[in-house]
């Protein structure tokens, strides 16, 4: 049975910081690339950050400088380090797990990151 269980979310003022952290368990954590998606009330999940199995990294824009995806494969455990966290970053974040060749793809339950202005 795959599990993504995302953890880290909470309520922090403008400014300031979070780490997500996502724990994989029943697949193969090193061949799958690895993403964060996010949801706000009323609006589309968007891609928040991806990492591949080789390390790559790739950022939505109003993001990047801010946030710093990382993986640890020893630990199946993808992270997101969150730094000046913005009112608009505020929505559920999920932990995403895809692997294109066969063909799969996994979602954690989410985590509610809510900032404060």
């Known amino acids: 049975q795959v599990q993504l269980v995302e953890s880290g979310g909470g309520l922090v003022q403008a400014g300031r910081s979070l780490r997500l952290s996502c724990a994989a368990s029943?697949?193969?954590?090193?061949?799958?690339?690895m993403g964060w998606y996010r949801q706000a009330p009323g609006k589309q999940r968007e891609l928040v950050a991806t990492i591949a199995t080789d390390g790559r990294t790739n950022y939505r824009d109003s993001v990047k400088g801010r946030f710093t995806i990382s993986r640890d494969n020893a630990k199946n455990t993808v992270y997101l380090q969150m730094n000046s966290l913005k009112p608009e970053d505020t929505a559920v974040y999920y932990c995403?797990?895809?692997?294109?060749?066969?063909?799969?793809?996994?979602w954690g339950q989410g985590t509610q990151v809510t900032v404060s202005s």
């Open positions: 995403n797990a895809g692997h294109t060749v066969i063909m799969t793809n996994y």
């Open positions: 029943g697949i193969l954590f090193s061949i799958y690339r």
